[in-house]
C-alpha cells in the first residue's frame, strides 16, 4: 500500500506549487474562453517544443484511476430514472435467473459445472447493451455482432427466458444436452456453441482469446464486403465483452492495431475488469485497467475508463486536493479485490481511514452506503454514457474498461472471493441473502426451490424488457441460417486444364492458383472469392491476382508502387479482393472465419481460400479453426507446401507431416491430399456444390504442393466413378490382374508408390496395384460409419475402403508424406495384410530424394518394404540384406523418426 504513484511523485517533485497552479490555470481559461480543440493545440505546440528543447517528455499514456467520461458530458439516459429503476429490477431477475440455473443442475448432478461469478460481475454490461444498444437482424438492418463472455452465458439464457425463447424446461436442463434431447427438449450448451444451438448462438468464446480477435475480424470483413461494394454501407457494430484475465491470451491483443489502422469505428470491446480471473487477480500488484488503458491506447483505439459508479460523484466533488483519486492510484487491484469481499466499515477502516482528509470524504456516508458505493460496470447509468460515447466515436475503436466486482452480490459467498470463479454451490442462507440484495419478489421456499422467476407479461418489467427489443429489431443473440444459393461453374469452365492436363508439368499448387484464377473471373461466383493470404502469395505463384483483382486496403492506395510498370504490380485498392493479412496466421484464420460465416453473419454467401504453409496451419491455429468449425464454417483451407518430405530445404520447422492427423478429427472438416491437379479439381468443384448450392455446413481442408510433376488428365472413361472414388477417398490409378500387391500412395508420394510398382515388376516380376488415396480421413470415417451401422443395425454396408479392395488377399502397403498414423487409420477396414509408411519424426533440410530415403518412404523404400512382406517367410535376413544392397539402400541408418 505504500507505492509510489506518479500523482505522489509529482507532489514531491512540485518544487513550485505556485507556478504549477498558473500552468494549470492558464489551461482552464483558455478551455473556457477557446474551447476543447484550441487546447488540445496549444499542448500539442507544448509538447513539440518540448521535444526540440530535447527533453525527451513524453505522455504517460495513464490517466489517473478515475472515469474517462465526466458526469456533465454524460449522455442522459433514455427513459430517465424510471427505466433506470426497472433495468435495475431486471438485471435482478437475470442474475436469479442465472445463478438458480447454475446451482439447481449441480444440486442435482456435481460434475456438471458453470459459472455464477462471472454473470454476476457482467450483468449490468450486458443488460444496458440489450436494452438500449444491441441491435438485432430484422428487415431494416442487418444487426450487430455481439460476442459474449462466455462463461456469462447463465445470464444470456436467462434474458432469453424472460424474452420468452426459452422455457423453464430449457433453463432446467443447462449443461445437459444429452439427457434433454432424450426427453424431447432442448438443453443449454455451456458455452455459446453455434454447432449444439444453431437457431441461437452466433459466435464461439469458449477458448478465451479467440473472441477478440474474431470480434475484430469481424468488423473489419464488414467494411471489406462495404468497401466492395456488396453490401450497402450501415451502421452496424460489432460488441465483444471480454474478460480482464482473457486480455492476456496472445490472441485477444495481436490485432489491435489493425482495428485502430483501419479505423474501425464499428467495433466497440467492454473489457468486464472485475480484477479476477480463475486463480485469483489479474494483476493483484498493478492495475489492469491501466494496464491495459496503454496497451488499448498504445495501439490507437479510444480508451473509455469506466470505474465508479454516481454514487462516487458526489465524493470526487469533494476531492478538492485530490486525495481521493491519489488514494484510488494507490491502490493495487489485489487490494480492491479485498474491499470487494469485505463490508462498510472494514473499507471505512482500511480504505477511508487512510488519511484524515479520506476520513472527512467517507465521513458523510453510512457504512452500509460504502458498502453499496458502486463500481463503474454495475451502474446503468455510467454504463449507458460510456456505451453511448463509444458508439458515437468516429474514426476509432473503443475499448470500455469497465470496473466491476467479481460476483457482485453474492456477498460473503463469493463477492471478491478468491475462490469465486468456481463457486457453483450456495447454501440456503447465502441464497436468502442474495434475495435480499436484489429485493427479489421471491418467498423462503421459493428460494430454497431455486424457482425461476418471470414477472407477469403485464408488468412494468416485462413490458419495459419487450418494448426495447422490440424497438431494437428483437431478440438476440439470434443465428440465422440463410439459404441463399450461389450457382457454381461447370467443372470444364475453369478446370479444363486440369481435367485434361496431357502431362503437362505443373505442381498443385499451380493447378489451384489457376483454377482461382478462373473462378475469380466467373460472372456469377467471382465476387464472391475471397483469397486470403498471410504474405506468402508469392510464394504460392499467386502474385498474378494481385493485379487481377486488387489487395484490399481500406485506404486505397497513397503510394505509386515500386513496380507499377510490371503487368503483375502490387495493387492495392479499396475494393480490392484478396485479403493480404500479413505475417498472422492467426489474423488470416479469424478473416477466413469472417468469410466463412458470411452467409450467416451477413447473409451473403463468401467463399474463402486461405493459402497458407501447412505447417502454420492446424498446428500452430488450430483452436481458431476448431471455433470456426463451431460456427459451421464453409470454405477451402489450403495447406500449401505440404509434406514433410515434399518441402525439401525448409526443414524441421517447416516439413508438414501431421496436419492431416489433426484435421481428420474435425468432424464437419472434409480433409484431402490430392496427388494430381484433376483430383484437386474435382475435390474443389464438388466442396463448392456441397457449401454453396447445397449449403451444407462443411468445410474443405486440400493440401497441395510444390513439386512440378507431369499431370495426367482426367481418365476419359468412366470419370463418374473417378470422381467418386476421389471424393470417397480413394481410385485406381494402374490397375493389373490378379496383383500380388496393392499399393496405396497419397499426394506427392504417389508417384513413389507408381515408381515402386515398376521396380516391383521390372526387377523382381512382382505385379503390383496402384491406387490414389485422396484421403484417409474420408475413408476411415465412412469406415467408422459402417462398422458401426453393422454393430448396431446389423447392415451389411461395406466401407469404401473394403470395397475398393474387395477380391483378393493381396497384401496392402500404404505410403504416406504424413506420421504412419494417418494411414493406420483405415487399418481396421482392410481384410489382407496391411503395411504402411509414413513420416514420423522431426524434419530435416535437403533435397526431396535424399528426404523420402531418410524416411524410408520412396519407391525403393516403398519396394524393399513390400518385398519383406511377399519374402516373408522364403528369403533369409541375408538375402534381404543383398536386396536392399542391390536397391542401394542401408539398413544400418538411423532410424527415420531421426532420434
Ligand atoms: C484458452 C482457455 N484457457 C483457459 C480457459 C479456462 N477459463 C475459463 S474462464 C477463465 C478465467 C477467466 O477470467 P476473466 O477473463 O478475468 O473472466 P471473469 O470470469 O473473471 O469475468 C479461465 C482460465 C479457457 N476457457 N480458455
Known amino acids: 500500500m505504500d507505492m509510489m504513484t506518479p500523482e505522489h511523485l509529482i507532489r514531491q517533485l512540485d518544487t513550485d506549487a505556485a507556478e504549477t497552479a498558473e500552468w494549470i490555470a492558464s489551461l482552464h481559461s483558455v478551455l473556457q474562453a477557446e474551447g476543447p480543440e484550441r487546447a488540445r493545440f496549444l499542448l500539442s505546440q507544448l509538447a513539440s517544443a518540448a521535444r526540440e528543447a530535447g527533453l525527451n517528455w513524453r505522455d504517460a499514456r495513464i490517466t489517473p484511476y478515475v472515469n474517462t467520461i465526466r458526469p456533465q458530458d454524460e449522455a442522459p439516459y433514455p427513459g430517465g430514472a424510471d427505466a433506470v429503476a426497472i433495468e435495475e429490477r431486471l438485471a435482478s431477475i437475470m442474475r436469479w435467473n ?151 491470451e496472445p490472441e485477444s491483443l495481436a490485432a489491435l492495431s489493425l482495428a485502430s489502422r483501419e479505423k474501425l469505428d464499428n467495433l466497440v470491446f467492454v473489457i468486464n475488469c472485475n480484477l479476477q480471473r480463475l486463480d485469483g487477480p489479474v494483476r493483484g500488484n498493478g492495475h489492469v485497467v491501466d494496464e491495459l488503458e496503454t496497451l488499448f491506447g498504445g495501439a490507437g483505439w479510444n480508451v473509455i475508463k469506466l470505474l465508479w459508479g454516481s454514487d462516487w460523484d458526489p465524493l470526487f466533488a469533494r476531492d478538492e486536493h485530490g486525495e481521493l483519486v491519489d488514494a484510488l492510484n494507490r491502490t493495487v487491484d489485489g487490494q480492491l479485490q479485498t474491499f470487494a469481499a469485505n463490508d462498510g466499515p472494514f473499507n471505512r477502516e482500511h480504505f477511508f481511514g487512510q488519511t484524515p482528509g479520506l476520513a472527512s470524504i467517507g465521513a458523510v456516508l453510512t457504512d452500509d452506503e460504502i458498502d ?109 441460417d440463410s439459404k441463399v444459393q450461389v450457382a457454381v461453374p461447370a467443372l470444364e469452365s475453369h478446370a479444363a486444364f486440369a481435367l485434361d492436363a496431357d502431362h503437362k508439368e505443373m505442381s498443385t499448387t499451380m493447378a489451384l492458383v489457376r483454377m482461382l484464377g478462373g473462378l475469380l473471373k466467373d460472372p456469377v461466383l467471382g465476387k464472391h472469392v475471397v483469397p486470403i493470404v498471410a504474405d506468402e502469395a508469392r510464394t504460392f505463384g499467386m502474385a498474378n491476382l494481385f493485379r487481377q483483382v486488387g489487395i484490399y486496403s481500406a485506404q486505397g492506395q497513397l503510394y505509386q508502387p515500386e513496380d507499377i510498370g510490371s503487368i503483375l504490380y502490387y495493387r492495392e485498392a479499396k475494393d480490392g479482393q484478396i485479403l493480404e493479412e500479413g505475417i498472422t496466421e492467426a489474423g488470416a484464420i479469424s478473416s477466413w472465419t469472417s468469410a466463412a460465416t458470411s452467409y450467416s453473419v451477413n447473409g451473403l454467401p463468401m467463399l474463402p481460400f486461405y493459402i497458407y504453409y501447412s505447417m502454420f496451419g492446424f498446428q500452430r491455429i488450430g483452436d481458431l479453426i476448431w471455433a470456426a468449425a463451431d460456427q459451421r464454417a464453409r470454405g477451402f483451407l489450403i495447406g500449401a507446401t505440404s509434406g514433410r518430405t515434399t518441402l525439401g530445404g525448409e526443414g524441421l520447422q517447416h516439413q508438414d507431416g501431421s496436419s492431416h492427423l489433426v484435421s481428420a478429427t474435425i468432424p464437419n472438416c472434409r480433409s484431402y491430399d490430392p496427388a494430381y491437379a484433376y483430383e484437386m479439381a474435382v475435390i474443389v468443384d464438388d466442396g463448392m456444390q456441397r457449401m454453396l448450392e447445397k449449403n451444407e455446413d462443411v468445410f474443405y481442408y486440400v493440401t497441395v504442393t510444390n513439386e512440378n510433376e507431369p499431370q495426367p488428365s482426367m481418365p476419359a472413361e468412366g470419370r463418374e466413378h473417378v470422381r467418386e472414388g476421389i471424393l470417397r477417398g480413394m481410385h485406381c490409378v494402374l490397375p493389373c ?96 495384410p496391411y503395411i504402411t509408411l509414413g513420416t514420423d519424426g522431426f524434419g530435416r533440410s535437403d533435397t526431396r530424394a535424399a528426404l523420402r530415403d531418410f524416411f524410408e518412404v520412396d519407391a525403393k523404400w516403398i519396394c524393399y518394404t513390400a518385398l519383406t512382406e511377399l519374402y516373408e517367410g522364403t528369403k533369409t535376413p541375408e538375402q534381404m540384406r543383398e536386396i536392399a544392397s542391390h536397391l542401394g539402400l542401408n539398413l544400418d541408418k538411423t532410424i527415420s523418426t531421426g532420434i
Open 98 to 248: 442465472a445463478l438458480a440455473m447454475v446451482v439447481r443442475a449441480n444440486r442435482a448432478y456435481g460434475e456438471l459445472g458453470g459459472h455464477i461469478a462471472s454473470y454476476a460481475s457482467a450483468a449490468d454490461l450486458f443488460e444496458v447493451g440489450f436494452n438500449h444498444f444491441f441491435r438485432a437482424r430484422d428487415d431494416q438492418h442487418a444487426g450487430d455482432l455481439v460476442y459474449f463472455q462466455a462463461h456469462s452465458a447463465p445470464g444470456i439464457y436467462a434474458r432469453a427466458f424472460l424474452e420468452g425463447r426459452l422455457s423453464e424446461e430449457n433453463l432446467a436442463h443447462y449443461r445437459q444436452e444429452i439427457t434433454a434431447q432424450a426427453g424431447g427438449t432442448q438443453g443449454l450448451s455451456s458455452y455459446p456453441h453455434p454447432w449444439l444451438m444453431p437457431d441461437f448462438w452466433q459466435f464461439p468464446t469458449g477458448s478465451m482469446g479467440i473472441g477478440p480477435i474474431s470480434a475484430i475480424y469481424q468488423a473489419r470483413f464488414m467494411r471489406y464486403l462495404e468497401h466492395r461494394g456488396l453490401v450497402p454501407p450501415q451502421q452496424r457494430r460489432v460488441w465483444g465483452v471480454f474478460g480482464d484475465g482473457e486480455m492476456d
Open 737 to 832: 490382374e490378379q496383383p500380388a500387391i496393392r499399393l496405396l500412395g497419397a499426394g506427392p508420394l504417389l508417384k513413389e508408390a507408381v515408381a515402386a510398382a515398376h521396380l516391383l515388376e521390372g526387377i523382381y516380376g512382382i505385379k503390383a496395384e496402384v491406387w490414389s488415396v485422396t484421403s484417409f480421413s474420408e475413408l476411415a470415417r465412412d469406415g467408422m460409419a459402417c462398422e458401426r451401422a453393422r454393430r448396431l443395425q446389423h447392415s451389411d454396408a461395406m466401407p469404401w475402403v473394403a470395397q475398393q479392395l474387395h477380391g483378393s488377399i493381396a497384401p496392402v502397403l500404404a505410403v504416406s508424406d504424413y506420421v504412419r498414423a494417418v494411414p493406420e487409420s483405415i487399418r481396421a477396414h482392410i481384410a489382407a
Open 372 to 480: 453499496r458505493l458502486k463500481r463503474g460496470g454495475h451502474d446503468l447509468r455510467k454504463i449507458h454514457a460510456a456505451y453511448h460515447a463509444a458508439a458515437n466515436h468516429r474514426g476509432r475503436p473503443t475499448v470500455i474498461l469497465a470496473q466491476t466486482k467479481k460476483g457482485f452480490g453474492m456477498g460473503s459467498a463469493g463477492q471478491g472471493k478468491m475462490t469465486t470463479h468456481q463457486q457453483k454451490k450456495l447454501e440456503l442462507d447465502d441464497l436468502l441473502q442474495f434475495r435480499d440484495r436484489f429485493n427479489l419478489p421471491l418467498t423462503d421456499k421459493q428460494v430454497e426451490n431455486l424457482e425461476f422467476y418471470k414477472p407477469a407479461p403485464d408488468s412494468e418489467e416485462m413490458k419495459h424488457l419487450s418494448a426495447c427489443r422490440a424497438a431494437l429489431g428483437g431478440s438476440l443473440p439470434r443465428r440465422i
